[in-house]
């Protein structure tokens, strides 16, 4: 029983189980929803969702819809990333799907317009996305414009902008609203498989830009809790008036901040449109659900860059899941449902947890433990003093 | 009307965990009086007024109006019982008009309209009838604190509230806009109304209270009457005669300048006002100089110009030799160790563990971060095992303790510890003993101590008259911003030492270095026109 | 032109209402991103009523079932942000992001549910309502007046009386200014939040089923409302959080959104080969340049995005 305490009492414990309730609730719903429309094939339905490419019938077409599915992941991975980084310094980068539009614009543009090479495209991507993120970032430093809502403004500025820019001649598919595939277009600018693509029934989709993304997750977990810029960041992001005790520049660590967060947006973009995944429409009129996706990864991740891998695979994975079961009956939207519904009570996770421990404490019968009470408590009060 | 008492609080005990805040209180308000409530900063007055209005249930006691007894629960029952509070920092909505404030939750309509020419009327006549002049339509934004204040009155008066109570008001205002509150007050008073007017300043006390009771750590001291009791007899009842804190330490030998502050004069955020006010004096190594003062006095803003946190108005700062007026808080930190007031909004990253606060000021230095960016953990750990050793900071699983889970006391240990262990000329310590038990403010004391005598200079910024008496070698008291007064504490008496904290008392000298003081009477204009 | 202007028109009305749903939040202090998917679900109840009623409903039932409808799917859809942000102090960002995203699934399957529960072989996720929308039209020449936008022009005045000239508003706007002043003088600040995001419910789920039913008869749900409802938070921003302003900030980024539409009919307009895009990213564009320039003394609620905590005085 002591044992059982102690590990409820562990964060980490804690951001896993609260993820868990979120997952299992939310399936729970989706369920629901399947057995109102129809009740005969629901188990079925939700055991599709949850198992995805494992119900493919051979052992090639798994791998192959795994690929798939890992292929999506990458971007998706690395949009998470640019919100969780961001978060972890105090800043909500809901702006993501903007500076993931502009990766995608420059990225697709330099591809097919310039010519250039892979390497070439996605470092650009990534400085195109950089700038979006720190104009919100140099907005909220000297101009106080809250990073949401310029990140608001922005996604749609440069949905706007990159559907402009991709329309043009030598971009665009003459015959529909797509950019021309890059497989055509020129095959320079495709992400190497480096050999990965046999491992999945020979998926071309299935590039190095995988183990890229899980790259940049442990980069990012190691550049916050391992050197001294993460840990000025997360000072920042803890508690700004500490950091500007401590000497930390404030300003600059908030452009900073939400240009890597663009940066790794930008770079998701090219993940997803350099593999010849897909396409840009350039007559879209709703900013990518790439990047919102990417907030519900993070806050499923725990706000954990490592944590965040899993989370992103497990949202692809329900989302591509969705698309398998009984079209006839079932909409595949409910597995976006089912994601959409684990994001809201992603909202009640500090609830959650507060609700834990206070469980604990309660058990505990020991009184209010310092660790358990948030620092609003009387005791804090008293100890303040008048005021 | 055979009930003297508009109110009465009889013997009011409140706990919070680890502090009796209320000790057996009684407080009696009598009709148609000024009563004043007098104390330190920590005597218990708010607690005390939040049982009144509501905020908390005291354990003990009784609180009765017109010698019934009552419950209040919560401030709409204060409300009804017709109690009425100024606080000390306005409740008012800054983008709406003085009428909308004061009308706020007692608002009348027709129709579901909201009629405001009615009680348009009824704010005017109040304002004539008490000599509250402001205008109804201006913007509580447009307007100044002090006028604000005055709509926070009629608040009370247009609710018809008989007994008013004033959370420090003049804290805010000018030396005019306290003089006018005082006549107000009268005006009140002639009027029926009850007023209770919380305060740590003599000559507001002398100028218009009847009676005045006096709180001392919790506890009850004792009722009087203003007229027959001498300020500094209550000097002696707020700060109490037995200090009896001994602190071990050798005569100062102070020598070089370290830091020289040449008229500086912080803005406030509070108010329009400059929050500290034209400041010059002299730090030397080897001597430890307390800024004494009551809470509110300009002593936060000052210490925010001196170590950087906010721009000078005007002024100029010289650590070392080196001017650093406008030298960024990194580059100060190089000479300067600053303990600061409120340790969990700038001392600690509270989400952090322990061992990250230890570098919280040297984290960037090569001993903790590599060429290559990364951190040093192993040094780190080692750095945080050793000055907790060295400083007895006591952690549940040391190093990785998340400082948020550590007992106050250990916190503050560990944010000295981390600003002790630093290079530094200079200590600035601020409150350093705020909230400790009795142990551990004998050991910050010597760690005080020792600082000064290897040979760097102490600023100790207190609002504990024990610990102004006791630790430094000289005393500067602020008030209002400006250093009224410079003390010796070997010299000088707790009583007089209050009188200059209140206000009551200054002197004004030539030299800073200049042992040798003359006090002398201030003109205080209440308190004059009261004797008068 | 009369084509420019009865967009311009339907347009601002959509814009106007949502704003102002918009606004009463933010006014009681709970900020609401999630306006774009009320419109959605507004837009899911006032179409599936219009779907639902029996062919040849007298016009008078028709536009009042449809309305009452929308209004009532949209109160209850603001109950999830009330409910997250007010009771459970959430993050309101992820809650109003969720809420978008939860909008449009949750929509989707609906419509496709419902088509296919009808017939098996209809997998499209749109609705139709040709002939319903006739309900709310009525032609002076060669303008095609809706209903709506008379709603719209109520609304609006209702909406400046009731936040500037009754009690309601006056305490309403207290709580998202200073929810501890407000509590100081008895009001409930948890209620006076919670009527906020309804009311924004009621005028978001409105304009949803306005802006559907403005150019088109059938509308496909997976698209949600293609970025209204931020558009009109731009709409808000630039119009101060005051109806009047928002008023005139919606007929002006109704027109930016009505020349997108129909710019290729106006001759010089076409000379001038500006791309649609433009227009349509101009409103975003104004709004973020105002914000760079007010945002230091901007007019916006000062408590909002706040919780509120009674314990914390």
């Given amino acids: 029983m002591k044992e059982k305490k102690s590990l409820l009492k562990n964060p980490s414990f804690q951001s896993i189980l609260t993820s868990l309730i979120c997952i299992v609730l939310g399936l729970f719903i989706g369920f629901i929803v399947l057995l109102m429309i129809n009740p005969a094939g629901a188990g079925v339905a939700i055991k599709t969702i949850l198992l995805n490419f494992l119900t493919r019938a051979s052992a090639a077409a798994q791998m192959k819809a795994l690929g798939n599915t890992l292929a999506k992941t990458a971007p998706l991975l690395m949009c998470a990333l640019s ?149 000025e960041l997360r000072a920042t992001g803890f508690n700004k008036e500490a950091a500007k005790y401590a000497g930390m520049k404030e300003k600059q660590n908030i452009i ?52 965040t891998i899993f989370a992103s695979f497990f949202i692809q994975s329900i989302t591509d899941g969705g698309a398998l079961i009984n079209k006839s009956v079932y909409p595949s939207q409910i597995s976006d449902l089912i994601s959409s519904i684990i994001i809201y009570l992603c909202g009640f996770v500090l609830f959650f947890k507060f609700a834990i421990n206070n469980w604990i404490s309660k058990k505990d019968k020991g009184g209010p433990n310092v660790n358990d009470v948030p620092v609003k408590d009387d005791a804090a009060k008293a100890e303040g003093g008048e005021k | 009307m055979d009930a003297p008492y508009a109110i009465e609080m009889v013997n009011i005990t409140k706990r919070f965990p680890g502090i009796i805040a209320n000790d057996n209180i009684t407080l009696q308000l009598k009709r148609g009086e000024i009563h004043a409530l007098l104390g330190e900063n920590g005597a218990g007055k708010s607690t005390l007024m939040s049982v009144l209005f509501g905020l908390y249930q005291a354990e003990e006691g009784v609180i009765k109006k017109d010698g019934k007894e009552v419950k209040i629960n919560n401030p709409n029952d204060a409300n009804d019982l017709g109690i009425g509070m100024v606080h000390q920092h306005f409740k008012l909505v800054q983008c709406f008009t003085v009428l909308e404030n004061i009308i706020l939750g007692v608002e009348s309509t027709k129709n579901g309209i909201l009629q405001m020419d009615e009680a348009r009327a009824k704010v005017k006549a109040l304002s004539e009838k008490y000599g509250l002049q402001v205008d109804p339509d201006a913007k509580i934004e447009d307007i100044t604190v002090g006028m604000q204040q005055r709509t926070e009155i009629l608040k009370m008066l247009f609710r018809d509230n008989e007994i008013l109570i004033f959370d420090e008001p003049t804290a805010v205002l000018t030396p005019q806009e306290i003089e006018e509150l005082m006549e107000i007050m009268k005006n009140l008073r002639a009027e029926g109304k009850s007023i209770l007017f919380i305060t740590h300043k003599l000559n507001e006390i002398k100028a218009v209270a009847d009676r005045v009771t006096v709180l001392r750590r919790g506890k009850y001291i004792g009722t009087v009457d203003v007229a027959n009791t001498s300020k500094e007899e209550m000097s002696r009842m707020m700060v109490g005669r037995d200090v009896n804190m001994v602190v071990d330490k050798t005569p100062a030998k102070p020598k070089d300048v370290i830091l020289k502050v040449e008229n500086m004069t912080v803005a406030s955020k509070m108010h329009s006002n400059n929050a500290v006010k034209n400041v010059s004096f002299e730090v030397h190594e080897g001597e430890i100089v307390c800024i004494a003062g009551i809470d509110g006095n300009g002593q936060t803003e000052f210490v925010y110009g001196l170590t950087g946190m906010e721009p000078l108005v005007d002024g100029k700062i010289t650590l070392c030799g080196e001017d650093i007026t406008k030298e960024s808080i990194r580059k100060r930190s190089k000479l300067l160790s600053h303990i600061p007031e409120d340790r969990h909004k700038h001392g600690l990253v509270l989400d952090y563990p322990l061992e990250y606060n230890m570098v919280l000021q040297r984290y960037y230095q090569p001993e903790f971060t590599s060429k290559a960016g990364f951190l040093k953990r192993g040094e780190i750990r080692a750095y945080s095992e050793r000055l907790e050793k060295e400083f007895d900071v006591r952690s549940g699983q040391g190093p990785i303790t998340i400082a948020r889970a550590m007992s106050g006391g250990n916190q503050q240990k560990a944010i000295i510890a981390r600003e002790v262990d630093k290079d530094h000329k200079l200590l600035v310590a601020v409150q350093p003993t705020r909230g400790l038990d009795v142990g551990a403010i004998e050991g910050v004391h010597k760690q005080l101590i020792a600082e000064r005598d290897e040979g760097r200079a102490v600023l100790l910024i207190s609002l504990e008259l024990e610990e102004v008496m006791n630790v430094p070698d000289r005393i500067l008291v602020m008030y209002e911003g400006e250093i009224v007064g410079e003390l010796d504490p070997k010299k000088t008496t707790v009583e007089e030492l209050g009188l200059y904290m209140a206000g009551a008392k200054r002197n004004v000298t030539i030299d800073a270095n200049t042992a040798e003081i003359e006090p002398s009477e201030v003109v205080d204009t209440a308190a004059r026109k009261e004797e008068a | 032109m009369v084509l420019l202007l009865q967009y311009t028109i339907i347009f601002a009305s959509v814009l106007c209402l949502v704003a102002l749903g918009g606004c009463f939040s933010e006014h009681s202090g709970v900020i609401n991103l999630g306006l774009e998917g009320i419109m959605v679900m507004g837009a899911l109840g006032g179409a599936v009523t219009m779907f639902l009623l029996p062919a040849g409903s007298a016009k008078i039932v028709i536009v009042l079932a449809t309305t009452l409808a929308a209004i009532l ?18 993050d309101q960002t992820l809650i109003g992001t969720a809420m978008n995203l939860l909008a449009t699934a949750a929509a989707t399957v609906f419509v496709r549910a419902m088509n296919t529960s009808i017939n098996p072989d209809n997998v499209s996720t749109s609705i139709q309502y040709i002939q319903p929308k006739k309900a709310f039209l009525k032609y002076f020449g060669k303008f095609e007046f809706n209903w709506f936008m008379l709603m719209a022009v109520i609304l609006l005045i209702v909406s400046y009386i009731v936040l500037y000239k009754t009690r309601f508003g006056l305490r309403l706007m207290a709580c998202g200014e200073n929810p501890q002043a407000a509590d100081s003088v008895g009001i409930n600040v948890y209620k006076m939040r919670w009527a906020g995001v309804l009311i924004s419910g009621f005028l978001g789920g409105l304009g949803g089923i306005v802006y559907i039913t403005a150019g088109v008869s059938e509308w496909k749900f997976e698209m949600g409302v293609a970025g209204f409802g931020f558009l009109a938070l731009a709409v808000m921003i630039f119009g101060q959080w005051k109806p009047t302003n928002i008023a005139l900030a919606a007929l002006l980024f109704g027109l930016f959104r009505a020349l997108s539409n129909v710019y290729t009919g106006i001759p010089f307009l076409a000379a001038m080969n500006i791309p649609s895009t433009v227009y349509n990213m101009l409103p975003y564009i104004i709004s973020l340049i105002v914000l760079a320039f007010t945002s230091k003394n901007s007019r916006a609620p000062k408590a909002e995005g706040i919780p509120y905590d009674k314990g914390m005085r």
């Fill in chain 3, 73 to 90: 799917v949209g109160m209850l859809f603001s109950c999830l942000l009330a409910v997250a942000c007010i009771n459970f102090k959430a």
């Fill in chain 1, 256 to 307: 900073v901040t939400l240009a890597i967060g663009g940066a790794l947006a930008g770079i998701g973009a090219a993940f997803l449109f350099l593999t010849g995944y897909q396409e840009w429409s350039t007559t879209q009129t709703s900013v990518p659900g790439m990047g919102f996706n990417g907030i519900a990864a993070t806050f499923l991740g725990g706000l954990h860059p490592i944590g």
């Fill in chain 1, 83 to 231: 919100i969780c980084f961001c978060y972890k310094v105090g800043l909500f980068n809901i702006g993501a799907p903007g500076q993931y539009e502009a990766g995608a614009c420059i990225g697709l543009y330099a591809a097919l317009a310039w010519h250039c090479n892979w390497v070439i495209c996605l470092l650009l991507a990534a400085i195109a996305g950089a700038v979006v993120g720190s104009i919100s970032g140099a907005l909220k430093a000297y101009r106080n414009v809250n990073e949401v809502i310029s990140g608001i403004m922005l996604n749609w500025i440069m949905l706007y902008l990159t559907n402009m820019v991709l329309s043009g001649k030598k971009v665009k598919d003459p015959a529909s609203p797509y950019t021309i595939k890059l497989a055509s277009g020129n095959k320079s600018a495709l992400i190497p498989t480096a050999g990965l693509n046999k491992l999945f029934a020979n998926n071309t989709t299935v590039t190095i830009a995988i183990p890229l993304a899980i790259l940049f997750a442990i980069l990012i977990w190691m550049i916050l809790s391992k050197t001294k810029f993460g840990y």
